[in-house]
């Protein structure tokens, strides 16, 4: 399928732009919607800028101040994002640097010198930094023009990741009336992007929102039977990869990783909890690939930008579609295929619910305010709970989400569009089973319970309540008990049954129930099996002519040189370079300029090492 016109290559029309983009980053080309922007930041105008993650919103700002020499600030809510950014573009020659409290004293002071002194093209700060600290005094001094929001959905109190010291960022337009402010974001609906032109006081900012759709993702949702089990299954299919597996709860992080690690994965876990030393060594060990599996809670990935993740697995529901985005936004950003895998189960909804209702409670918001709180997040859960159960193309239903109409008849790139997905056969007949259990049981017991029934278990609370004397015990013996428990968890999220709130919620009939049990609906309910998955034309394009043990031993030298080096491998070269290398196998410095990724800055670092592997001249891991 073509790629969407905000994405297809666009040679560039400014002189100025293509001379920068060329000897800096190795490209000829540019996307429409990356033009626009450039072409706004240079008028010194104001722009909102919407790209999925992978969308090439890092360039927006970086390149303008090459082309003026001005010297331009980024704000970023991670550290962890600062220092990656700042990573990759000091091995590409560019100045740049990072204030942020990880740093010395003496260190800050050295960047503020050559911020005052014009030596730096961009700054990056975080947004309590740059308000409390006095540097808006020194940013004035050094002339800065431009200003970009990075993540700026984060001001926005309507966005999925509402942070309050974005609030403080309106006073940019107060102490910089001549500055020029540029927002950028991965995820935002129409809502969040008034607010952020509100927040923010843009004037007549030029709107520049790309297509959400990323083609090079697959999106599967499978029902969730045996957590564990799954997760290792399909880690398999990505051995020696990168990838991220969230989890909700810190606990279930360690456990995985454990297991994981156990079954001779390179794995570890991350989350808020750990000490920040670990936390630091797990991220920078991911980094430089000397593993290869993150077990996380959602505190992991916002400030990670490695670009070759072939999968982001989801073990339980996020709390929201933007959410979903960002996260899985994460894989692929190289643009070759990746899988995003959600392992989904009904009763995440209602874990969510619980804890959305309990953090409200426990917050300073007034009432009022806590109910506008609580209901936001329920409504974003439960688009994300309808996505998840909706047996149609992922990518349609993620684009229309975020305002797009999706027009291509099927995507290619999804469990329902490949045929993975099927229906238990006598869907409606298994569906009332079900239900006259919970009518058996009197609606007084919760989803293990009845499930417990339906299977024929004999279990000390099914003896004590005598329920092996039930009409519907052992109606699906032929499931086992994880089997049973998703199909009830369907027919709760299809509304056939009810589920009481509170810390033992009990599964109950509603109207919709005994319409069912009197033959006036038809149910249908998916496999709760994981089906047989299928390769997309994607993946096998992105292998076409790639000569692999090449690529092997290419990405060896990378991680020996990034070790060396003390830098992330995705720095040094992209998956995506170092297979257009591998495909087109240079002989000559002209020729390897020709390849993806390879500009000036580069082939005179690296040009001979790789000729050299290229022609077998020298080993990559010698």
Known sequence: MPGPADTAPLPTDDARIADVLSRWWGFDTLRPLQADALRAALAGRDSLVVLPTGGGKSLCYQLPPLVDGATDVVISPLVALMKDQVDALEA??????????????????????????????????????????????????????????????????????????????????????????????????????????????????????????????????????????????????????????????????????????????LAQPYHAGLDATRRHRTQEAFARETIDVVVATVAFGMGID????????????????????????????????????????????????????KSAAESDLDADEQETLVRSQIEHLHAMRRYAQAARCRHAALSEYFGQRYDAPTCGACDVCLGETSSLPDGTVTAQKIVSCVARVGGRFGVRHVAEVLRGARTEGVARHRHEELSTFGLLADLDQRAVENLVHQLLDQELLSRT??????????????????????????????????????????????????????????????????????????????????????????????????????????????????AGREQADA
Not at 110 to 135: K, Q
Not at 184 to 207: H, N
Not at 564 to 590: C, E, N, Q, V, Y
């Open 92 to 265: 590409i020659g560019y100045p740049a640097a990072a204030i942020h409290g990880a740093l010395e004293a003496s260190e800050r002071a050295r960047v503020r010198d050559r911020l005052i002194a014009g030596d730096l093209r961009l700054l990056f700060v975080a947004p309590e930094r740059l308000v409390n600290t006095g540097l808006l005094d020194i940013l004035a001094r050094a002339g800065v023009r431009r200003f970009a929001v990075d993540e700026a959905h984060c001001i926005s109190q309507w966005g999925h990741d509402f942070r309050p010291e974005y609030r403080q960022l309106a006073l940019l337009r107060e102490r910089f009336p001549h500055a020029s402010i540029h927002a950028f974001t991965a995820t935002a609906t129409p809502r969040v992007r008034d607010d952020i032109a509100t927040q923010l006081g843009l004037r007549d900012p030029a709107v520049l929102v790309g297509t959400f759709d990323r083609p090079n993702l697959v999106y599967r949702v499978v029902p969730r039977t045996d957590r564990a089990g799954q997760v290792e299954a399909i880690l398999g299919r990505h051995r020696g990869e990168a990838s991220i597996v969230y989890c909700i709860s810190r606990k279930e992080t360690e456990r995985l990783a454990a297991r994981l690690a156990g079954a001779g994965l």
């Open 306 to 357: 490695r670009s070759d993740v072939r999968l982001v697995l989801h073990t339980a529901l996020p709390k929201s579609l933007e959410a979903y985005q960002q996260e899985t936004g994460r894989a692929g950003r190289d643009g070759l295929a990746a899988e995003c895998l959600l392992l989904y189960s009904s009763a995440d909804v209602f874990s969510w619910e619980a804890l959305v209702r």
């Open 501 to 614: 709130g509170g810390d033992r919620p009990v599964v109950t009939l509603n109207d919709r129930s005994w319409e069912l049990l009197r033959g006036a609906r038809e149910v249908v309910l998916l496999e709760p099996r994981a089906a047989r998955v299928r390769a997309t034309r994607a993946e096998a394009d992105d292998w076409e002519g790639v000569d692999r043990d090449l690529l092997e031993r290419l990405r060896r030298w990378r991680r020996r040189v990034a070790e060396a080096r003390g830098k992330p491998a995705w720095t040094i070269f992209d998956d995506k370079s170092l297979r257009s290398i591998a495909r087109d196998r240079p002989a000559s410095p002209a020729a390897l300029l020709r390849c993806r990724g390879i500009g000036e800055k580069r082939l005179a670092d690296f040009g001979a090492a790789i000729l050299d592997i290229v």
